[in-house]
């Protein structure tokens, strides 16, 4: 396809479906040595499992089992492709869980579920990454690069899923602080914003009256796809990027603009 992240090398959390999926079929396919980071490697919405499928291809690809909401893994999955190839210099935070309940209805351990994969995940994850990146020689003025997949809802209320919602929210937030605190050293941090985006989930994600939302809300005459999240995910993690830190870049067919 192209050659934008030729020699770099990415690791990418919850890789093996949806949104992450089409991250790392597009990093790869760019150049980029691949790591998967992700629980399971069954592919959600049907098909060969990612790194299979890569693989296939003749690109670099590995998959780590990595639960992000645990310490050790998260440290274990930044090590060992440091291990395998020298550097990390991007890391994609794609991993979430969604709940799908108000805040009379969730628990406090459902609650603890969510933050824990949706934002303690980025935070370790970014925190394994950092430390390798900020020891590792600088290719042009960047040492490494994270994309943290957000969403719109983390600007605007999620409507009956207050745990989704407020990770996301801590996502933008954690994303502008890890910019401003190591730019200095290198490091660069934006995020991506989704809008609605087809993934082949099931369940309430496909509610008739979620979609009727989600396309009254949306300007644009379709929903989104994980390709339109992969292509913004490239940008920030090539060189095109190069001036552009602590940004939540929203691709959501124009929802935040309406």
Not at 46 to 72: F, I, K, N, W, Y
Not at 204 to 222: C, G, K, L, N, V
Not at 235 to 249: I, K, P, Q, R
């Amino acid at each position: 396809m192209g050659d934008r992240l030729a020699g770099k090398v990415a690791l990418v959390t919850g890789g093996a479906s949806g949104i992450g999926r089409a991250i790392a079929l597009r990093f790869a396919r760019e150049g980029a040595k691949v790591a998967i980071a992700d629980v399971t490697t069954a592919v959600r919405e049907g098909g060969v499992p990612t790194h299979e499928l890569l693989a296939a291809e003749g690109h670099d690809v590995v998959h780590l089992a990595c639960d992000v909401s645990r310490e050790t893994d998260c440290e274990a999955a930044v090590a060992d492709v440091v291990a395998r190839h020298g550097r990390l210099d991007v890391l994609v935070n794609d991993a979430a869980v969604g709940l799908g309940k108000t805040l009379l209805d969730c628990t406090l351990e459902e609650w603890n579920r969510v933050m824990a994969v949706n934002l303690t995940g980025v935070f370790l994850m970014s925190r394994a990454a950092v430390r390798a990146m900020v020891t590792q020689e600088p290719r042009g003025e960047v040492r490494g690069r994270i994309v943290n997949i957000s969403s719109q809802h983390g600007m605007v209320a999620s409507p009956e899923d207050v745990a989704y919602g407020t990770s996301k929210a801590g996502v933008v937030y954690l994303t502008r602080q890890v910019a401003v605190d190591y730019a200095r050293q290198g490091i660069v941090c934006n995020a991506v914003a989704p809008g609605k985006i087809l993934t082949g989930k099931t369940g309430r994600a496909i509610e008739p009256r979620w979609i009727d939302y989600s396309h009254a809300r949306t300007p644009w005459p379709r929903l989104g796809r994980p390709e339109d999240v992969a292509g913004a995910a490239l940008f920030l993690a090539s060189e095109d990027a190069a001036y552009v830190t602590g940004h939540n870049l929203l691709v959501d067919g124009g929802w935040m603009a309406f």
